[in-house]
Nanobody, 124 residues
């Protein structure tokens, strides 16, 4: 069964940090580019960052650049999103996604597999 399961979300004060994890199963994780997206209430799901199948060349949205780091552990079939200096505008449901169709994928349409999401709430 193909599955992506996010964890690590929660309530954090502005300026704080969170580390999200996404555990993959049911497919060859090491062959997939992984991405993180987020969706705030009433807004479109937006790209946060992506990392290639080898773990190189992480690429980030301007809104999180310098505050977020994506990494992956192919031995554990897990991708991570470290978020620092969190702001109230980072409040959203965060989703991980996987694709083999693109080496560097920054749009929703490029991804085939999606997790259910984890809520991140940043208080002011």
């Amino acid at each position: 069964q193909v599955q992506l399961v996010e964890s690590g979300g929660g309530l954090v004060q502005g300026g704080g940090s969170l580390r999200l994890s996404c555990a993959a199963s049911g497919f060859t994780f090491s062959s997939y580019t992984m991405g993180w997206f987020r969706q705030a209430p009433g807004k479109e799901r937006e790209f946060v960052g992506t990392i290639t199948w080898r773990g190189g060349s992480p690429y980030y949205a301007d809104s999180v650049k310098g505050r977020c780091t994506i990494s992956r552990d192919n031995a554990k079939n897990t991708v991570y999103l470290q978020m620092n200096s969190l702001k109230p505008e980072d409040t959203a449901v965060y989703y991980c996604a996987a694709t083999r169709r693109s080496w560097l994928a920054t749009t929703r349409d490029e991804y085939d597999l999606w997790g259910q999401g984890t809520q991140v709430t940043v208080s002011s």
